[in-house]
């Protein structure tokens, strides 16, 4: 039985409205609202329009303000509302903060859970259970280059684990020179509007530039040429590509379109490797 006054988290799958489960379908039609968060990922395979004449309803697309603000609660008090997450709804902090909005509000929540990136990437033969912390890779500027995510891949790998890697997307990007223009000719402000970058998202060939930049500095040994990897793009669509072998090997490789995403191997067993090599690039 499903009850007004709710927030449903619901999982999209990877990347087509087709991947939604039965259950997730029959809550999406009975919902009063539909939104689609369109900034931690995206749909590979399919469109907003698609999105729609799968399920039957209008869908307003959310960005990072209207999720992270909690403004996609406000219609929660009077009415059923869902919001669509690429993947699987709790893959990100931003929706576990959402249910302790709702928590706080009054408001109910219901998750139905999805297939995300973080468990397709057992496909390449690295066991899920031997992974250790998630990284997050972001677009680099001249004046910011972060790479406090080494030290964590350091803890995995004396642990003699695997590391995913997760690689940045720009979908409603800001730029330093909006920011700084005069309240006039702010990006918030209706009557001046400005023009958005055009969405990016960082190839595998672009973190592993990144990733041997930073083992050149620090030395550690963890993500060097010789390292072990896996690349992904596409995961769970018709033209899916896995590939594996040495970091610097994944360099020369063409990945296409995106999304991609990128596994550091930890110690690799003989069952691991078996089917890791699957995939070797030669």
Known sequence: RWFARMLYLVGLGLGHPKDLTCRALEVLKSCDKVYLEAYTSIMIEASTDDLEAFIGKSVEVADREAVESGSVLTDCKEMKV?????????????????????????IGHKVLHNTSIMTAVAQCGLQLYRYGETISLCFW?????????????????????HTLCLLDIKVKEVTDDQIWKPKSRSIFDDAAPVETPKPRFMTIAQAVEQLLEVEENHKEGVCGPEA??????????????????????????????????????????????????IFMKH
């Open 82 to 106: 869902a919001l669509i997450v690429v993947g699987d709804p709790l893959s990100a902090t931003t929706h576990s903060d959402l249910i302790v909005r709702c928590h706080e509000q009054g």
């Open 141 to 161: 500027t001249e004046t910011w280059r972060p790479d406090s995510w080494y030290q964590k891949m350091v803890r995995n790998s004396k642990a003699g684990l």
């Open 228 to 277: 072990l990897a896996a690349g992904f793009a596409r995961m769970g669509s018709e033209d899916q590509l896995i590939v594996t072998g040495k970091l610097k090997d994944l360099l020369d490789v063409d990945f296409g379109e995106p999304l991609h995403s990128l596994v550091i191997a930890g110690r690799v067993d003989e069952p691991e490797m078996e089917h890791f090599q």
